[in-house]
């Protein structure tokens, strides 16, 4: 399974991360030094974001220099400080004619119940991520901002799934390059390729209980009967690619990976959930943007698959590796 998930590294691109096993927290970063035309779209219900306006067709800035996913909630965003600090060190950034400003979208992820709730990735989290990035190096599962990734929370952590980070990507005729990588905590089932729950809530009567199935048993009274945990979800997905794409364009892409996130969760997009596609382009080979926002989305779905398939057991928390 590993083995078709492997993806094609793109000129511009590298991936690092930083890693916490023991509190059970981490960040990714993706580097693009020279620049890449950036977009998102966000769907969820309680998202956690730094600099995704900026990723608007009507605003200023049309590339991005890196794009940090991080757990810790709202903590967690500080790491993006660390990317900032190494990108100006480097020389990257938006020149303003007084100073090149690194340009670094973040979301977050939350991961504080499980591991230590007061140890978050921060700036020099997000500076050793850096450090750690290649284009080669494939690392997935309980790694980065999916260290402490978790799926299934409607009877709470004690019926929950372990998540992680996952990878998938290809390459087209053409020399169409397309990548993506998911941080899945989803609040919801994760589906196999046949629909069926690949991870998800646990039964207490054993198996999987289903969150859909959950939701047909409520009284329909306005209050439903939630375990802990259940507001602290996100799946975050980036596409990646090397097509030649306008801003405008880009951000289709990234709309169009949310259907990613509907083929292989359910429920998806959630009150309960922060969840953010983003997608990049080094804009180097002809392309259609519909396309790849097309190939994208298949991709983000094998990702996040990819991801609870290689998640290893933590703690009271089973994982499927």
Partial sequence: MSEERKIT???GITIGHYTDLEALTGCT???CLEGAVAGVDVRGGAPGTRETDLLRPMNLVNQVNAILLAGGSAFGLAAADGVVKFLE???YGFETGVAKVPIVPAAIVFDLA???STVRPGAEAGYK???SASSERQEEGNVGAGTGATVGKALGWQWAMKGGLGLAGSTFPGGLVVNALAVVNA????LDENGEILAGVRSPQGGFLG????FRTQVFDGKVKFGRGVGESTTLGVIMSNAKMTKEEVNKVAQMGQDGLARAINPVHTMFDGDIVFALSTCEVEAHFGIVGVLGAELIAQAIRGAVRLAKTVGDI???A
């Fill in 9 to 11: 590294p793109i000129k």
């Fill in 29 to 31: 970063v993706i580097l």
């Fill in 89 to 91: 060190e480097k020389g």
């Fill in 114 to 116: 499980i591991g230590s």
């Fill in 129 to 131: 991520a850096c450090l």
């Fill in 187 to 190: 609040f919801g089932d994760i």
């Fill in 211 to 214: 969150t859909i199935n959950f």
């Fill in 318 to 320: 089973p994982g499927l």
